[in-house]
């Protein structure tokens, strides 16, 4: 069973550029294809992006993908997500999410283990 634990959430100013980090308490964090969520307030969890085991494939939300880029180091058991030109409206709790599946997955059915979240807010 692997452990995911977001950091690098805040408070941010509306323009700026987010950047979260998930850490893997197991190797076999390599293994995994990775998802990133959000919920903001009163709003259910969506899908952000997506990634591959390997790195090679990513998945993005459509009406985010001009704004993210979602990436991975496996040798450091670590993905990260990148959003820029942040908006008040991107004010979510962003989760990290580890799939059993052979596939990059949009649905958070898919995943079975979760990070805790970092909150993030962005103020105009």
């Known amino acids: 069973q692997v452990q995911l634990v977001e950091s690098g959430g805040g408070s941010m100013q509306a323009g700026a550029t987010l950047r979260v980090s998930c850490v893997a308490s197991e190797r076999s964090f390599s293994t995994y294809n990775m998802g990133w969520f959000r919920q903001a307030p009163g709003k259910e969890r969506e899908f952000v992006a997506g990634i591959s085991w390997t790195g090679e494939n990513t998945y993005y939300e459509d009406s985010l993908k001009s704004r993210i880029a979602v990436s991975r180091n496996n040798a450091k058991n670590t993905l990260f997500l990148q959003m820029n030109s942040l908006k008040p409206e991107d004010t979510a709790v962003y989760y990290c999410?580890?799939?059993?599946?052979?596939?990059?997955?949009?649905?958070?059915?898919?995943?079975?283990?979760w990070g805790q979240g970092t909150q993030v807010t962005v103020s105009s």
């Open positions: 999410a580890a799939t059993e599946g052979h596939y990059i997955s949009a649905r958070e059915h898919d995943y079975t283990y």
